[in-house]
Nanobody, 126 residues
Framework: QVQLVESGGGLVQAGGSLRLSCAAS????????MAWWRQAPGKEREFVAAINWSGRSTTNEGSLKDRFFISRASTKDMMYLDMTSLKAEDTAVYYC???????????????????WGQGTQVTVSS
């Protein structure tokens, strides 16, 4: 089991930057890949970026890859999303997710992820 806690959300002006963090904890030493997803009001949850266990493989949503950057601490238990040049349409609840089945992959399908955090709200004012 992987417990995930997101932090770092808040209110930011358009054009600004924000760093989200996800703290992961497990009762046993199991490898897992991680990802960021987001859900805007009235919309389905959408993929943002993923990173595998080693941190050497990442996948990014195409339209966000030039503004959003995913990374993972060498300790493996922290993941980050550095968001730059934020736009009003980036407003959403951002979720952290973990995949224990294929830790070598940075998967893009929602059903690939086994555990989810509670989410952190990001609001971008225009």
């Amino acid at each position: 089991q992987v417990q995930l806690v997101e932090s770092g959300g808040g209110l930011v002006q358009a054009g600004g930057s924000l760093r989200l963090s996800c703290a992961a904890s497990t009762p046993t030493s199991i490898p897992y890949s991680m990802a960021w997803w987001r859900q805007a009001p009235g919309k389905e949850r959408e993929f943002v970026a993923a990173i595998n266990w080693s941190g050497r493989s990442t996948t990014n949503e195409g339209s966000l890859k030039d503004r959003f950057f995913i990374s993972r601490a060498s300790t493996k238990d922290m993941m980050y999303l550095d968001m730059t040049s934020l736009k009003a349409e980036d407003t959403a609840v951002y979720y952290c997710a973990a995949d224990i089945t294929r830790p070598w992959l940075a998967a893009v399908a929602e059903e690939d992820y086994d555990y989810w955090g509670q989410g952190t709200q990001v609001t971008v004012s225009s």
